[in-house]
């Protein structure tokens, strides 16, 4: 009887390391995955806060935008970020996001600022 105890012993810890060595992979590939997401989302929404901000700060003595840009490049350097060409077209991006809202605002207020 020992034997038989044994064996189904030895049976399901071979059927465990089998389910772990198929899980482990496609759950490591979801984790990824989702972290992407949610570390490209955090660095959007860094991009769009340290824009608005660059946008409050300079808007009135930076007409050509480059200190508004290197405000933004160097806050996310200072965070670890590594400015890429991809960061680079996400600033783009939300710059082109406030500028639309500024159209946007001045319309609505009859064309006033």
Request: with cysteine; aromatic share 6%; proline share 2%.
């Amino acid at each position: 009887m020992e034997d038989i105890y044994g064996v189904i012993g030895k049976l399901l810890a071979v059927l465990m390391a089998g389910l772990l060595a198929y899980l482990t992979p496609k759950v490591k590939a979801w984790l990824e995955a989702h972290t992407s997401r949610a570390a490209q989302e955090r660095l959007r929404l860094l991009v769009q806060a340290f824009a608005q901000a660059a946008e409050q700060l300079y808007h009135d003595t930076d007409p050509s935008g480059e200190t508004r840009s290197r405000f933004v490049r160097e806050q996310l350097s200072a965070l670890g970020v590594e400015v890429t060409e991809a960061v680079c077209n996400m600033i783009e991006g939300a710059v082109w996001e406030i500028n639309m809202e500024t159209k946007k605002a001045r319309a609505a207020g009859g064309g006033n600022g």
